[in-house]
């Protein structure tokens, strides 16, 4: 590779000295557009790579001889020719391309490329589709919006969180994210959360690994290139305030059954938190402990009849009030961007609370042929919500409120702190769990982050063809946590079953701080016989550190003072922190005939810190073809239906390394330790094998790009094949072999997909205008291999059910104990009991990630009004409804009341006779079918609780009006637009689904299925949307 | 220009070159350790024998407790469904898999590394081979083959062979021989534990007398006459005490005894919910008052109204009287079990090792009575009770020795009492071994006439070493190979 890089430079050098000289006079002029002056347009002598560029104003000046040909070219224009005349000025008015394939994509490394240039799949969302509904993150505004692009919103809660998954997994167990780029630099998931959506001008999706290989390790899950808004052109001052208002409600609640209340074994008990009473019969009876004839509080009687709404009405509406006030302007040769963002939320939960302010300076220089550009931002959130380890269970607060039957009036616990009261916690009805109004008085977890993202770039423009860039980028995020926990002890006389509860505080830090450093020189070369050169040499320096530390004090002291000196016992420690570090060179060289043929060429090379220092090096190439046969072909050419077809092919391999200190085992201060002056130290439960090394992902891509009736609807199309081999993964070994887990490279995932996106104005005359989106994402991952003798790898498993890898099945795949059947489906059931039996070994129950998801984006205009929206439709996956799962113990399921409390005879079951032999089993009833077949057996069968993830979900509607300009220069403003805006008003869901949004799900991790236990539930808002520009 | 760039260009590079192989060597992690002393591994491997018998610290039921819902000695009061797995001997790959699990993972990791050490370490090498085989008896009474040769092997074998488990048993004893060898050959500069052994305090004579101890109750259950010679033989004996683990249990989260933090108060001495769930069975009240068992008291907490047992399963608390059953009314587990948060945990009771010596001393036709009363007396002494010597007076059979006109089924009855809430597992495999004590009544919910003889091999094995994990055998047929 080292030839080929000096190679290259020779290259470089003797294209350098290529300057012609001859008799010149001095040409000037301004090139303008239809909004006004165009800066940095190329001007170019044709035939040379001889030019210069229009300054801030669209002037430029430029010495040529007569004859001579001005090649006028900027990205997005239509390209103008000029012969040089007599005249010493030449002025320009460009076009914008019709051609929607001549717009720009920003591609790896911020560079900007045309599109028909680029051998790979994107897909941009501009900041007005980001926005529609003003919401508080982008990520969930991209959902549905581009083909490939998979957005998991996992909870609802007020600072919620979303995983970005791009054309599928390609890892077992390592991270299947998108890489997040903002302004250039390699970034964070979390920089991304932390931006206000209003700072974005535009979001570039690089889907496959070949578009983002220059990024290196980093890449091979795509990457979606933020570019944040850089301050409007044109010498106007501009002020904006962008105001709104959203109330956010529970969108649905799981489906129970409500014939049934508080009991146990079929007979009443006041004080249950269980479903297992008698049949409701609307008499009044005692709910809660007796109290004692002097208590001063009668003892509580209710209706034994449902109570509509009861665990609807617990929740609030939630607020968010989002106000941004930007200022953008520039002069000839500077630009800036400002913006102050401030966002206040109140949760559907009882006092949740978060608020986040967002700062943001961009600014841009221009001194001479260097542009200095600095966009800088400054976040910070404060949280405030409910404890996550409620009660002496340490249970989450949803946890409370669905261990409340149906026939209790919970809005009725509200006045928690009144010993006279029935939300007391003496006098709470339930015996078993706490008021959960209880708890989010007692039950805090604040926390308090920060963020500054500073991006400095220097652009020097050497020469017209010859540019260097270098660019530095911190992020840096700290944070600090406080979470407590009231003591609460019991009157035994009132509570005998009640655990009391203990108090602790917990403190907790973090620091995080990610440096990267780029430089590129990029070269642009045109040869006399139709050839261009486009070329990119560059290196890239990363590090990344990050440092969390926690204290908790247990018992405390003093009530409702929460500070780690009130504790009592040693206050429990924690100190982690991790580092590393990586360098790489890149080069990337485009070929270019006749504007229409393309080939890239592109190589990198990493060193990381994270693997043995013999193996810590790697090459990764890519290669990628562009061909625009409708410049091609000559029959095809000026076709007013067809107007453009582009044909690409692009292979990649990348490789990811490891975490930080994965390549030896190590030993860790054992739990419990140290007990006074011993201490001890526990061997890690991992085992490594000491060849660990890099895994590889190869990347095939075809695609097709075609514009219609002058590009008037588009069509892009493309199919994709990934294989990652030498998969970097933690194997279950045998517990007897001493570890729990081996991190290995073994087997193979291979995915496959289809991309349609299909784009168009189905309707526009001067007044109206409909422009529809069609994206369609198809893809599977499926386990090639693993290893001789394992054919299966748990991502996480609780023995009963888990997420796992299954060789020849689709990853991830979600696996249960199920019943045993007869070759005719039938369940067998145990002669005596009549219970079902189980399989010994889990089966598999289908995969988490959709068979295909379709997303529909809708705009119609009509004068001023703007209706817009997003659907998005996910089928052919699987879930793992935890919820149900934790809630069938108490009675609460419908499944629960389907034979009507009795014992029956499981409706199509056999008993095996003998070996081999089944009868029907039309009279052995199970046994327990009041309580204990519900808990104690069905519960135990897990595959009960994998439910269709269906989901059809209105993501976005929004309906705007902008005031026209005629009303608007009349009153002195430059924008006024109001909106009523919308998020997830409607979702479908399956029958059989009765729990809670499929999407949800317990970890960030690659454990895809898992939900509905620890989120709220699923919620929709509504409201406005104001936007004026001064 | 041209130059410049290059030479620029050409300087990045050098720089970035020369200086990478400092730059990239940060690989190094700060917070965890890649090599420790014996000092710090010998009391984890200790404290999690502790775990394995008693219970996790995060309250994960093992070894006694599912001896003594097994045994009939514990039972659950109203308001709780806290067993309903025991109660009915569902006896899966997922009940009770920790007891495997965390045999290998945790202590048997630990004990691993000590087996490892060179000659400077020799008395922990014989500590690490002794509660090796002390561990892996109890694995091949509670599962049978279970992998032995290849186990502990970690990244060199993934998917260990299960060995027979009377070839086991064999090389116990030799190990355990070998143990006591390495001890008495240890050079003298060899290291000697301190207060990091938190079983002995490295006193490695009451090493070889617990080596000597386990090779006994290897060969008692296993009734290999050839062994329990050998024990006896030994001239250091059999241990003198109750063998407990303290590393120091405190008043604190995540540090006091286990058994005390699952089934007493939590460290801001709040009674634990399991605590109110658990309590005695019907059967096992009335023979500790119809046999006049003082330790009746030590082993229940006794009600204000009196001593009352709960029959095992129970689903129906209400009939015939509402709240008979609740928590205050019955009897939880009782003060000579629940000493304190800071008692050790015990992994061998005396009672049984005089028991074992009782029915080795039987099986060569000596005469047993004073092995048996030290047992009784033993037994009496660690739960706090007195008047051992008027117990075992009375003249009762299974209580007196003389009266008792079946020996082994005294001493085994009597090793029940002995092991309720202990060590409780080793009286569920004398049952399987001899059927005693008879006429133990089984769970109401149990759809079985007797109770299991063996757990089941967790279904990670089956997914994670399914080409070596024998096929399950019947839970309550196929008894362990000493028990045929």
């Given at each position: ?124 969302v501009?900041?007005?589709?980001l926005t529609v509904v003003a919401p508080t993150r982008a990520a969930s505004a991209l959902a549905?919006k ?5 957005i998991n919103v996992q909870d609802n809660g007020v600072n919620p969180s979303s995983q970005i ?15 997040i ?7 964070t998931q979390g920089a991304f959360d932390d931006l206000n959506p209003l700072d974005i001008?535009?979001i ?20 979606l290139?933020v ?17 709104s208002?959203t109330?956010e ?71 968010t009030?989002n106000?941004t ?16 963002g401030?966002q206040?939320s ?8 978060y608020?986040r302010?967002t ?20 976040f910070?959130d404060?949280t ?65 982050t920060?963020r ?503 993501r976005e ?26 998020r997830n ?14 999407e949800?799900?317990?970890?960030n ?14 919620t929709?808002s ?9 | ?484």
């Amino acid at each position: 590779m080292k030839t080929k890089f000096n190679g290259l430079l020779t290259l470089l050098l003797v294209l350098m000295v290529q300057v012609t000289f001859a008799q010149k006079k001095t040409v000037t002029g301004t090139v303008t557009d239809a909004s006004g002056p165009l800066p940095g347009v190329t001007v170019l002598i044709k035939g040379t790579n001889t030019g210069t560029q229009t300054d801030f104003d669209g002037n430029y000046s430029i010495s040529v001889k007569e004859g001579d040909i001005l090649k006028f070219s900027y990205i997005g224009m239509n390209t103008t020719e000029k012969i040089v005349g007599t005249s010493n000025q030449i002025n320009v008015t460009m076009n914008e391309s019709a051609q929607a394939l001549e717009e720009v994509v920003v591609t790896a490394l911020g560079i900007k490329r045309e599109k028909r240039e680029v051998t790979y799949q994107t897909q941009k969302v501009s900041d007005e589709s980001l926005t529609v509904v003003a919401p508080t993150r982008a990520a969930s505004a991209l959902a549905g919006k581009v083909a490939g692009l998979q957005i998991n919103v996992q909870d609802n809660g007020v600072n919620p969180s979303s995983q970005i998954i791009l054309r599928g997994l390609r890892s077992v167990s390592g991270s299947n994210s998108a890489l997040i780029v903002i302004d250039g630099s390699v970034s964070t998931q979390g920089a991304f959360d932390d931006l206000n959506p209003l700072d974005i001008a535009n979001i570039s999706v690089l889907k496959g690994a070949t578009a983002a290989a220059l990024y290196g390790s980093n890449a091979g899950n795509g990457a979606l290139i933020v570019t944040t808004k850089k301050g409007s052109f044109g010498g106007k001052l501009k002020v904006g305030i962008n105001t709104s208002y959203t109330a956010e409600t529970v969108a649905y609640l799981p489906k129970f059954q409500s014939e049934y209340g508080t009991g146990w074994e079929g007979a009443y008990d006041a004080v249950e938190n269980t479903n297992w009473g008698p049949r409701f019969d609307g008499t009044l009876r005692q709910i809660g402990p007796t109290f004692p004839a002097d208590y001063g509080l009668a003892t509580q009687m209710v209706p034994y009849a449902p109570v509509k709404n009861n665990m609807l009405d617990f929740f609030e509406t939630g607020d968010t009030f989002n106000n941004t006030v930007y200022l953008s302007g520039s002069n000839e040769d500077s630009s800036f961007y400002v913006s102050v963002g401030d966002q206040r939320s109140d949760g559907i939960v009882p006092d949740d609370t978060y608020k986040r302010n967002t700062f943001r300076v961009n600014a841009s220089k221009k001194i001479g042929d260097v542009t200095l550009t600095a966009s800088t931002s400054f976040f910070n959130d404060e949280t405030d919500v409910v404890g996550g380890s409620i009660g002496d269970q340490d249970r989450p607060l949803y946890w409370f409120i669905l261990n409340t039957a149906t026939n209790i009036p919970l809005t009725d616990y509200k006045d928690w702190q009144n010993p006279l009261g029935y939300g007391y916690a003496d006098n709470y009805f339930n015996a078993y769990y706490q008021n959960p109004y209880w708890a989010i008085g007692t039950n805090r977890n604040t926390d308090e982050t920060s963020r500054f993202v500073g991006n400095f770039n220097i652009s020097w423009d050497i020469k017209e063809w010859l540019n260097f860039t270098a660019r530095i980028a911190a992020n840096n995020a700290w944070g600090n946590g406080k979470n407590w926990r009231a003591a609460q002890e019991y009157n035994a006389d009132l509570q005998p079953a009640a655990g009391a509860v203990s108090s602790f505080v917990t403190d907790s830090e973090f620091q995080s701080a990610i440096y990267n450093g780029d430089f590129l020189f990029s070269g642009n070369f045109e040869f006399e016989d139709d050839f261009t050169l486009k070329s990119i040499l560059g290196g890239n320096v990363y590090q990344s550190k990050y440092r969390t530390s926690s204290i908790r004090a247990n018992n405390l002291s003093i009530p409702d003072f929460y500070d780690i000196s009130n504790g009592t016992g040693t206050p429990a420690t924690n100190a982690d922190g991790n580092e590393k570090r990586s360098f790489g060179f890149f080069a990337d060289l485009t070929f270019g005939y006749k504007n229409y043929l393309f080939l890239n060429l592109a190589g990198r090379n990493d060193w990381t810190s994270t693997l043995a220092s013999d193996s810590n090096s790697y090459f990764y190439p890519s290669v990628g073809v562009s061909f625009v046969f409708t410049d091609a072909i000559e029959a095809l050419q000026n076709n007013d239906i067809l107007n453009y077809g582009k044909l690409t092919y692009s292979n990649s391999t990348v490789y990811s390394d490891l975490d930080p200190y994965r390549i030896n085992e190590s030993y860790f201060q054992s739990g419990g330790f140290p007990y006074g002056s011993i201490n001890g130290f526990e061997l890690g439960g991992t085992s490594i094998d000491a060849n660990i090394a890099k895994e590889k992902i190869n990347t095939n891509e075809i695609g097709l790009n075609l514009g219609f009736f002058n590009s008037r609807v588009s069509l892009d199309a493309s199919y994709f094949n990934t294989v990652t081999s030498d998969l970097i993964t933690f194997t279950t070994p045998s517990v007897a072999s001493a570890s729990t887990r081996f991190l290995t490279n073994i087997g193979e995932l291979e995915g496959n997909g289809i991309e349609l996106s299909l784009s168009g104005t189905v309707l526009k005359s001067e007044d109206f205008s409909w422009d529809l989106n069609i994206n369609y994402t198809s893809s599977e991952t499926k386990v090639n291999s693993i290893k001789e003798g394992l054919d299966e790898i748990a991502v996480t498993t609780t023995g009963q059910y888990g997420v796992y890898a299954v060789v020849g099945e689709a990853f991830p795949q979600i696996k249960a104990n199920v019943y045993q059947r007869d070759p005719q489906g039938r369940i067998i059931v145990d002669g005596t009991s009549g219970h079902p039996l189980t399989e010994e070994t889990l089966q598999n129950m289908g995969k988490t990630t959709p068979d295909y998801i379709l997303g529909f984006n809708s705009v119609v205009n009509y004068k001023g009004f703007t209706l817009s929206g997003t659907l998005d439709y996910r089928t052919g996956h699987v879930y793992y409804e935890q919820g149900s799962d934790a809630m069938e113990f108490t009675g609460r399921s419908i499944a629960s009341v389907s034979a009507n409390r009795q014992d029956f005879v499981i409706p199509n079951s056999v008993i095996e006779t003998s070996p081999g032999v089944y009868s029907e089993n039309t009279n052995v009833q199970v046994a327990g079918g009041r309580q204990n077949y519900w808990t104690d057996v069905y519960n135990d069968v897990k595959s009960n609780y994998v439910k269709d993830a269906t989901a059809l979900k209105l993501r976005e509607i929004a309906l705007s009006y902008s005031l026209p300009k005629d009303v608007l220069d009349k009153i002195k403003l430059t924008k006024v637009t109001f909106g009523l805006i919308g998020r997830n008003l409607f979702t479908k869901l399956p029958e059989e689904n009765r729990f809670s949004d499929p999407e949800f799900n317990n970890t960030n991790s690659n454990a895809i299925g898992i939900g509905g236990y620890f989120q709220s539930p699923p919620t929709k808002s509504f409201g406005f949307n104001v936007n004026v520009e001064f | 220009m041209k130059n410049i760039i290059k030479y620029a260009n050409l300087l990045i590079v050098v720089l970035l070159l020369a200086s990478c192989e400092d730059f990239l060597d940060v690989n190094v992690d700060p917070n965890n350790p890649t090599v420790v002393t014996p000092e710090l591994v010998l009391p984890v491997a200790q404290k999690y024998s502790a775990n394995l018998i008693q219970a996790t610290d995060g309250g994960g039921r093992r070894a006694n407790t599912i001896g003594n819902m097994l045994m009939y000695n514990w039972s659950q009061s109203d308001g709780f469904a806290w067993y309903p797995d025991e109660f009915k001997y569902n006896v899966t790959s997922s009940f009770y898999t920790g007891i495997f699990s965390n045999s290998y993972t945790q202590s048997l990791k630990q004990y691993q590394i000590l087996t490892q050490l060179d000659e400077k370490f020799d008395n922990y090498k014989a500590i690490g081979m002794i509660m090796k085989a002390y561990h892996f008896q109890l694995l091949v009474d509670f599962y049978g083959d279970v992998p032995y040769t290849e186990a502990l092997l970690r990244k060199e074998n993934a998917t260990p062979v299960y060995d027979d488990a009377a070839f086991i048993y064999e090389d116990l004893v030799v190990q355990l021989s070998a143990a006591i060898e390495v001890i008495n050959n240890a050079p003298s500069s060899a290291v000697v534990p301190g207060t990091d052994d938190i079983m002995f305090g490295g006193d490695m004579t009451e090493w070889i007398k617990f080596a000597n101890t386990v090779k006994l109750r290897i060969g008692v259950r296993s009734s290999n006459s050839a062994v329990i010679s050998e024990a006896f033989a030994q001239s250091e004996g059999f241990i003198t005490s109750d063998v407990l683990v303290n590393p120091g249990y405190s008043k604190d989260a995540g540090k006091q005894n286990p058994f005390w933090n699952l089934y007493g108060a939590d460290e801001s001495e709040t009674l634990t919910l399991t605590s109110k769930a658990t309590c005695a069975t019907d059967f096992v009240i009335t023979y500790l008052q119809n046999t006049a068992d003082a330790r009746i008291d030590y082993l229940y907490e006794k009600p204000a109204t009196g001593h009352l047992g709960v029959v095992q399963g129970l689903l129906d608390y209400d009939t015939p009287v509402v709240d008979a059953y609740i928590p205050e009314n019955v009897s939880n587990i009782g003060p000579g079990l629940l000493k304190s948060e800071t008692m050790g945990a015990c992994i061998f009771t005396l009672a049984e090792s005089y028991f074992n010596q009782a029915e080795a001393v039987l099986s060569q036709g000596g005469d047993a009575q004073s092995l048996y009363e030290s047992g009784i007396e033993a037994s009496f002494d660690y739960l706090g009770a007195s008047g051992a010597s008027g117990y075992y007076a009375q003249p009762v059979a299974n209580v007196s020795w003389a009266n008792s006109s079946n020996k082994l089924e005294a001493i085994i009855t009597q090793k029940w009492i002995a092991t309720n809430g202990i060590t409780a597992e080793q009286s569920w495999f004398d049952y399987n071994r001899t059927g005693y004590p008879s006429n133990l009544p089984v769970s109401s919910q149990a759809s079985t006439s007797d109770r299991p003889v063996r757990l089941y091999y967790p279904a990670s094995e089956l997914s994670s070493n399914g080409g070596n994990v024998p096929s399950q055998p019947d839970a309550f047929t196929a008894k362990i190979f000493w028990a045929n």
